[in-house]
């Protein structure tokens, strides 16, 4: 699966962006893996800065004054809104992998119907759900604090 | 076959982060709107709300468990992209070994200091 044998990814990372037209699902691609690389970069970092109530609370009230307000707090809510994005997409990506969201096969006949035509209805529930957990994490964050 | 596994447990791995990862959200950031686990104050990262959780085995347990699934997902889904580009077989291997033994490390670390937080707030 991952040797590309025959078919090298010559476009490499830009791929993700310009490889040529593509269709809605597409573009959830590439947003789902520069969403994931943004909450692992993030997760790292996370794991040494919360380590710190391990050594009681002066360590810990320290710890957090270095990564509160001012621009943390966009940061938050950005990493807030990339997990909103990603779990949702997530969720639609183990459906479709299960078969779920994809339709029955069917004749192919004019004017021809492909399981995308299936999946396109998911694809947009699914950020219509993301949508609202990203303003109900803009409510909370900016709004009701 | 190895890799239709891993993928397996990638997966798997994104519904145990769905979970935890979700509870985690909701006590942090939908705090003023769903308002949970934040007994002593209404700031989530209060030192008092810290240690009300860390007393409760359920969160030593579940942060255990969402740091161990979250550095799966994250580094087998950071390795496909870095296989994807197409690097040489002496380049995966390095890769494989620098994501194994720091992913190993980072959960050795993070767990301990949830255990640590955990027994800390028993003795208080």
């Not at chain 1, 040494?48 to 360590?59: D, E, I, K, L, Y």
């Not at chain 2, 990862?21 to 950031?29: D, K, P, V, Y």
């Not at chain 2, 686990?37 to 009300?52: E, G, K, Q, Y």
């Not at chain 2, 291997?93 to 027994?119: C, D, E, K």
Request: charge should be positive; hydrophobic fraction near 55%.
């Amino acid at each position: 699966m991952l040797d590309n044998k025959g078919h090298p990814n010559r476009l490499g990372v830009w791929g993700w962006l310009g490889g040529g037209k593509w269709g809605f699902e597409r573009y959830l691609y590439t947003l789902h893996r520069l969403t994931g690389l943004g909450l692992l970069f993030y997760f790292l970092l996370h794991i040494f800065v919360t380590s710190a109530r391990a050594f009681g609370a002066a360590a810990w009230e320290a710890s957090m004054a270095r990564v509160t307000g001012g621009i943390f707090v966009i940061g938050e809510f950005l990493v807030f809104c990339a997990f909103a994005f990603h779990a949702a997409n997530g969720v639609r990506l183990v459906l479709v992998e299960l078969g779920w969201a994809i339709g029955k096969p069917i004749e192919p006949v004019y004017p021809y119907r492909t399981s995308v035509h299936e999946q396109r209805p998911l694809a947009l529930g699914i950020m219509v759900v993301a949508g609202l957990l990203v303003i109900a994490g803009g409510l909370d964050f900016f709004i009701l604090h | 076959m190895r890799d239709q596994r891993l993928w397996t447990w990638h997966v798997l791995a994104g519904l145990v982060i769905l979970l935890f990862l979700g509870l985690h959200m909701t006590i942090m950031h939908l705090d003023v709107l769903i308002g949970i686990f934040n007994p002593a104050d209404p700031h989530p990262i209060a030192w008092t709300n810290v240690l009300a959780r860390a007393k409760m085995g359920f969160f030593t347990v579940s942060y255990v468990v969402l740091l161990g699934a979250a550095l799966f997902h994250g580094l087998y889904g950071f390795r496909n992209i870095l296989f994807e580009l197409g690097i040489g077989r002496g380049l995966k291997t390095a890769v494989n070994a620098v994501l194994l033994l720091g992913g190993l490390g980072l959960f050795v670390f993070g767990a301990w200091s949830a255990w640590a937080a955990g027994a800390l707030a028993r003795t208080l």
